[in-house]
């Protein structure tokens, strides 16, 4: 057994529900003044006051005690959009983006997606999964607990499944929980570029099923964008992914809205990614629907573009997500705290709003609440011990590492 006592705050991010917080639960984030957590077994099984839990706390040995004076305690982050397995850098590209290209004339000429595309193929497994490995080693340094990653920079049957292989054995070892998602249907491959129906049947009548029977992937996502995929080939790739019992995740509305969102809503995606040219309509169907809207502001940071109305969003009772998009081409941070920085100051967000889309509702969009995202009892032992005096902090001093220690299951692993 083992205890984090006199901490300026313990913020437990709990929910009376197992749904997504939305519109004024988002401002509640749950703190504890000089708060007290104790944890046994990599779970816990104490959360209040150090008072409260006093007679708790001196049956524990003090070398099993810190501390948390002057400090605090908040859940560990749930990254729940990423592109984490890949293999070299596009830096080029964003010089390119400096100077006036977009992002979609880059990938249509054989840039992004393709450039990462033959940068895996031309990789060995063991070039990869150390790129990888780093990767989330500084994940975690930021605090992140749990991370969903995607495929994607594969596209063929081959590199896709070698992708979440590979990702299967990285998450076996590594201490980070890792939440697989395959995205076949990310780019259009050049051979298939007079072709994208026979892509599309590719992913449907090959793909999907072997990766659902080997168990390498929990959801299916698709990029929706004009150029790329159209919601017809969304709907037919999704119908495959649920037939295969595959959930489903969504890049939609990023660039231009095509009806994605509204795709999404009704097949009941766990969530719906980017967002930032999201329409009424979309707005409105998610609204209605417990599909999550995952908002990436480092996406809009990294490409100079507007930000998804986070605002609007949360004031319209949408459930929200906060993740890093980590990738090597639109947004290559792993820093979650620098994500919410960002939405707090180009969204709107309240620090409180900004941190549990962070921790719970990161948790609900994976389907995963039961177990992490909040600080509660008999929920995993999921935390970061942060050098701070309040979770306002955490927005407002931009920049820098505030995470001292992350701890996983009962475990500190940075």
Not at 335 to 364: H, Y
Request: charged share 25%.
């Amino acid at each position: 057994m083992k205890a984090i006592i006199n901490l300026n705050q313990l913020v437990t991010c709990s929910h009376t529900s197992s749904k997504a917080k939305r519109g004024p639960e988002m401002n509640d984030v749950g703190v504890i003044s000089n708060g007290a957590i104790i944890i046994d077994n990599g779970l816990i099984r104490g959360v209040g006051s150090t008072y409260s839990l006093q007679k708790t706390i001196d049956k524990i040995p003090k070398e099993n005690i810190i501390d948390g004076k002057g400090k605090i305690v908040i859940p560990g982050f749930v990254d729940s959009h990423t592109h984490a397995i890949f293999a070299g850098t596009r830096e080029a590209e964003f010089a390119m983006r400096l100077q006036g290209k977009a992002y979609m004339d880059i990938l249509l000429a054989g840039g992004g997606i393709l450039s990462s595309r033959q940068k895996l193929i031309d990789s060995t497994d063991d070039e990869i999964i150390e790129q990888t490995k780093a990767r989330f080693d500084r994940m975690m340094a930021f605090g992140t607990t749990t991370v969903e990653a995607k495929s994607g920079y594969g596209l063929s049957t081959e590199q896709e499944l070698r992708s979440l292989e590979l990702l299967k054995a990285l998450s076996d070892r590594h201490a980070i929980e890792v939440q697989s998602t395959f995205l076949g249907a990310h780019a259009i491959p050049p051979e298939y570029k007079d072709s994208k129906a026979d892509y599309v049947s590719l992913v449907c009548n090959e793909m999907i099923p072997i990766i659902a029977s080997k168990k390498l992937a929990k959801y299916c996502d698709v990029f929706c964008e004009k150029g790329v995929f159209d919601v017809e080939d969304t709907e037919r790739i999704f119908e495959t992914a649920i037939s295969h019992g595959l959930e489903l995740r969504l890049h939609s509305d990023e660039i231009e809205a095509l009806g994605g969102t509204e795709l999404a809503c009704a097949l009941g995606a766990r969530s719906v990614d980017h967002l930032i040219a999201v329409t009424n309509s979309g707005l409105k169907a998610l609204e209605k629907c417990e599909t999550i809207a995952n908002l990436l502001p480092g996406t809009s940071y990294s490409l100079m573009k507007t930000f998804a109305p986070g605002r609007e969003m949360i004031d319209r009772n949408i459930a929200i997500s906060l993740s890093t998009d980590c990738n090597p081409g639109s947004c290559y941070t792993e820093s979650m705290p620098m994500i919410i920085s960002l939405a707090c100051l180009n969204m709107k967000l309240t620090p409180a709003e900004a941190l549990n889309a962070a921790t719970f509702n990161g948790a609900c969009s994976l389907g995963i609440q039961d177990r992490v995202g909040s600080l509660e009892m008999g929920k995993e032992a999921d935390l970061l011990l942060m050098d701070m005096q309040s979770y306002e902090a955490i927005p407002y001093h931009f920049g820098i590492n505030p995470v001292l220690r992350t701890m996983k299951f009962g475990e500190w692993i940075s």
